[in-house]
């Protein structure tokens, strides 16, 4: 019987300070976005200089990119046993509330990716593909259970979701008194089946 072996020496120990890295700079820029002195407070934070913080990473531009992937795999950690994927979606919103800066990063490296030569263009085509597949996916259990309308296609209602979380971020940046949270619910209702009410949101 074989195991697999952890990873010893400079090679462990280098993947220790990326993860120390990592989250230090989460905690950053969920205070304070991308800002001009973040990489430095980054560094100043581990004890490197900015050159040695993002040898770690490859570049700036790659460090923004691991804490988004990392802020995605957090978020589904957060969310709380759901009814309904539309739910986690509402959740895992009002969590992102609690994180300004995260929210204002994710909307500025998102609409650079729109370029196919943005370095972060491959990751939020994955992202968003697998997350249009995940909740046609739920909605279409929801049509066949009788708890979503199916007048309209799952697949549109699941593209008009994500529209709507991306929208409202942009207005609650400008306005930090929107409730994205309750706004994604209302819309999580403007999608249950008529006369279906055995839950606030039956997204699936």
């Known amino acids: 019987m074989s195991s697999q072996r952890k990873p010893r020496g400079p090679y462990r120990k280098g993947l220790e300070r990326r993860e120390q890295i990592l989250r230090t700079a989460l905690e950053v820029f969920a205070q304070q976005g991308d800002r001009g ?9 581990v004890g490197l200089s900015q050159t040695g913080l993002l040898h770690h990473f490859g570049s700036r531009e790659e460090l923004l990119l691991a804490v988004l992937k990392r802020r995605d795999t957090l978020d589904t950690e957060v969310t709380e046993q759901p009814r309904s994927s539309g739910e ?8 992102n509330m609690e994180q300004p800066g995260l929210v204002k990063l994710f909307v500025a490296l998102s ?6 030569a943005h370095h972060a263009h491959g990751f939020f085509t994955d992202r968003y593909g697998d997350l249009v597949s995940l909740l046609t996916h739920g909605l279409e259990e929801g049509q066949r259970s009788g708890r979503v309308r199916d007048d309209e296609t799952a697949e549109h209602m699941a593209r008009l979701l994500l529209a709507v979380c991306d929208g409202l971020q942009i207005q609650w940046l400008l ?3 929107v409730d994205m949270a309750a706004l994604v619910e209302t819309f999580n209702r403007m999608c249950e089946a008529a006369g279906d ?6 997204v699936e």
Not at 88 to 95: G, L
Not at 197 to 202: G, I, M
């Open 88 to 95: 986690a979606v509402a959740q895992t919103v009002r969590h």
């Open 111 to 116: 609409a650079a990716a729109t370029d196919p």
């Open 37 to 45: 002195s973040s990489i430095q407070e980054i560094a100043d934070r």
């Open 175 to 177: 306005d930090p008194s």
């Open 197 to 202: 009410a055995t839950s606030p949101d039956q």
